[in-house]
């Protein structure tokens, strides 16, 4: 997976300017007026402190000349008023950047955001199920709703810093322009040191992603009621808790560590930055007191002292964007990992299968392991007929299922659909056409309706519709779930699950109903069924097997099971153990073949799974 991980390992000034400028544009093109709005501001305002500047040897002047009795206070109270005015303004113009920013920022998160969830979206399952892209997508996650915002607003501030710089710089150099050097370069010493913290703050995070997402994980067991059932049941808690502390206790202490270094360096670096003012001050007063006299001198200090803040507010701001930007790159690597560039054709999946879906000498193995999950498998599933797969626990059933239905690619072999590479046809129409009841299907804390309405080809979810489409009644009924809606407080709009308010939660076995219901309702020409009547009482497992071995002309269905009360009214049984097909053929068939699935059905009926109800 190092091919994925390219893109957020890449470092370098042109990326960072990049997604710098990636920022600034997303803003500009979301919200035009308010970024106008925001930099106009924070020009306009930066001229406070040249004015500052200058009204403090107004204010001087006067003063003298009112204190040798040459004129009376009036020029003082004046400067006075013009130097609250002007503060006045500038705090004004940075409530309205305030606000015009506010509005900014938040388009800005809510774009990118949307970005990450559609690029998420589009990842394959193989992607998604690769570690590194997981951290990946967690820290795309975590930094994406405040990083790009306070990029915007520092690069907002930055603009109005230099605009002052130049303000104040033309005043000193106007005053003298030994003393405005010694000025400008007194705070670099104090950027390296942000920078060099910087740096070393991002380089510790980004190491640390894997652990945040065991601090992630180990928070959701804890709070989660699912997981938290069985920490309660089982006395999980101490030990959950006791991983928690041992991840944040390490963090805590790579946290200490990284103070200390920035400690160490900075202090050295800040007496330099110091000294460095200091030396500009005197300065100062050596060529103001011989030549411009007291005015001017006030002036200069005033001068040095507006720049120096100047100067360090712009290289905060600089070091803050550096560091920003280099936290942004989660987000942009993220965005920018390569699409997994998976081959469709262009012809439409058919609604109706005339010779199956054929595999030739199909091999998979998962990413990052040795041993291949399918080994050279070749079969033809055949329409009209439902195509049992048993074996053991990791014989490469769900593998096979997901291969079938294209969530994975063959590493070696071919599948055909109706003698056509299943890469000819479109990845959509394929979607369309493929239903899946998953092992582990989802409860989703959504309505009744939109729970089994999500199955439905090119779905929106049945949300605002007065009245469930007379599709999902069907389907309810077929899963024996309808006399239980009906009898719910909001029929098919009752809120199922525990995560939001008003929610009804289902017995394990009702939530795989549902899921069932959804694989049901779509018009697929394969469906896919794995283990979907494990949680499922065997009175409710009679009539639903009759509905999902029901044998459709132009349909290929696959069950996957461990109960051989299903698997055994399939048409057709293939039995795989260690990846490889080891036995085809009809329950009677293998029974009289007295192999691997003869050993496995005498065994189950003689010592029944004390699982079944
Ligand atoms: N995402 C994955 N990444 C790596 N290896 C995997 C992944 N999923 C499954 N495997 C491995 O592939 C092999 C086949 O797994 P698979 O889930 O297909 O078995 P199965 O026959 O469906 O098992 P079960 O009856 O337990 O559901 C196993 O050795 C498993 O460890």
Redesign the pocket.
Same mark, same amino acid.
């Given at each position: 997976m190092g091919r994925l991980a390219a893109p957020w390992r890449r470092t370098g000034g042109a990326r960072g300017t990049r997604d710098f400028l990636t920022v600034f544009r997303v803003a500009w093109r979301a919200d035009p007026w308010h970024v106008t709005q925001a930099l106009a501001c924070a020009i306009v305002a930066a001229g406070n402190p040249a004015v500052q500047v200058w009204l403090m040897a107004a204010l001087t002047r006067s003063f003298i000349e009112a204190a040798t009795g040459r004129s009376d206070l009036r020029g003082v109270f004046t400067a006075l008023a013009m130097m609250a005015a002007a503060g006045l303004i500038a705090q004004l113009l940075s409530m309205v950047q305030t606000r015009a920013m506010q509005r900014c920022q938040s388009q800005l998160t809510a774009h990118l955001s949307g970005r990450i969830v559609d690029r998420a979206i589009r990842l394959t399952? !193989?992607q998604a @199920?690769d570690h590194q892209v997981q951290d990946a997508l967690q820290r795309a996650t975590r930094e994406v709703g405040f990083r790009p915002g306070m990029l915007l607003q520092q690069m907002v501030q930055l603009v109005g810093q230099v605009s002052g710089f130049a303000a104040v710089g033309v005043v000193l150099f106007s005053l003298d322009y030994r003393v405005a050097l010694l000025a400008m370069v007194a705070p670099l010493p104090t950027l390296v040191a942000q920078i060099l913290a910087g740096r070393r703050g991002y380089a510790l995070e980004h190491a640390r992603s894997a652990d945040r997402r065991r601090l992630a994980y180990w928070q959701q067991l804890a709070s989660q009621p699912e997981p938290l059932k069985e920490l309660i049941a089982l006395r999980l808690g101490p030990l959950v808790a006791g991983r928690h502390s041992a991840v944040l206790a390490r963090v805590v202490r790579e946290d200490q560590a990284l103070a200390g270094r920035n400690f160490r360096q900075g202090v050295p670096l800040a007496v330099v930055a110091a000294v460095l003012t200091f030396v500009a001050q005197v300065v100062a007063v050596l060529v103001t007191v011989g030549t411009a006299g007291i005015v001017n001198m006030f002036a200069v200090i005033q001068g040095i002292v507006a720049l120096q803040s100047n100067v360090q507010q712009i290289l905060s701001s600089l070091s803050n964007a550096y560091l920003n930007q280099l936290y942004l790159r989660s987000v942009m690597g993220f965005l920018a990992l390569p699409e997994a560039g998976v081959t469709e054709g262009t012809l439409a999946f058919p609604s109706r299968l005339e010779r199956g879906v054929e595999l030739r000498e199909v091999t998979f193995t998962?990413? %990052?392991?040795e041993?291949p #999950? !399918?080994r050279d498998l070749s079969v033809t599933l055949r329409p009209g007929e439902t195509t049992a &797969?048993v %074996?053991?626990?990791? #014989? %490469?059933?769900?593998?096979? #299922?997901?291969l079938i239905g294209r969530l994975y690619e063959p590493t070696a072999g071919e599948i055909l659909v109706d003698g056509k590479p299943i890469h000819a046809f479109t990845i959509d129409s394929l979607r369309d056409r493929v239903a899946f009841v998953f092992?582990d299907y989802v409860r989703y804390q959504f309505t009744v309706a939109d729970n089994i309405e999500l199955g439905a080809e090119g779905a929106e979810g049945a949300e605002g519709a007065a009245v469930p489409r007379p599709a999902v009644r069907r389907v309810a009924e077929a899963v024996g779930m309808a006399a239980y809606i009906d009898a719910l407080p909001q029929g098919y709009h009752t809120q199922l699950g525990k995560v939001f308010e008003g929610g009804v939660d289902l017995s394990g076995g009702q939530w795989q109903r549902l899921a069932v219901a959804r694989g049901l309702i779509r018009e697929a020409s394969v469906r896919v069924m794995? @283990?979907p009547t494990a949680a499922i009482d065997v009175v409710t497992e009679a009539s639903l097997l009759d509905v999902l071995t029901e044998a459709a002309p132009g349909r290929v269905n696959v069950l &996957?099971g461990?109960r051989f009360s299903s698997v055994s009214r399939a048409e057709r049984i293939l039995v795989?153990s260690e %990846?490889r097909l080891v036995e085809d053929g009809s329950h009677d068939e293998l029974m009289r073949m007295d192999g691997v699935y003869a050993d496995m059905y005498k065994t189950h009926v003689l010592a029944p799974d004390p699982a079944v109800p």
């Open positions: 399952l !193989v @199920e998962y990413p %990052g392991t041993l #999950a !399918v &797969i %074996g053991l626990n990791g #014989a %490469g059933k769900s593998t096979l #299922a997901k092992q794995d @283990e &996957i461990h795989l %990846g």
